[in-house]
């Protein structure tokens, strides 16, 4: 029998527009809340569509509670892209450094998509610590006949001012 937070949250995260304090109402409704974002966009629910794992994940990135910021790194590398890519955004709303390593991987592998690579500079450029900037800058330098993203409009995009307005 599910809890009065687990319907409560699900509810939430099933509805076609999930309002913009959403997260922080979720927050206010205490751990046992949180937990169930936090499972839910670990896709533990049995069932669960894959719109409600990812409003959880792209929730998560508005949460500064300590057990969405221990979620998040564990989506980066999720096997769905969506989830990876919305674990990535979420980990730059967060300035979640713990994810800082999952997402240089992408840019160090030859096969990742270009979307992927162009995410994770842009996740990295917003938690900007040392250990992100020197990540982007080692990516910057990167031959693109080496890492063949590197030379994508999409992740040129990202480093291109006028595209940022």
Partial sequence: MPTENEIRVLKLLSAIEIPPTAAQTIQTWGNEAVTVVCEAALGTYPGLRPKVRNNAVALLGLMNHPQAMETVPLLINDSNSDVSIR???????QNNVHGIEKIGQFLRRKESPPLIAAEAVSALLQIDSDNARASV????????????????????????????Q
């Fill in 87 to 93: 674990a990535m955004r979420a980990a730059g709303h």
């Fill in 137 to 164: 800058a080692e990516y910057m330098a990167a031959n693109p006949r080496e890492f063949p993203h590197r030379g994508s409009a999409v992740v040129e995009s990202i480093f291109t001012p006028s595209a940022k």
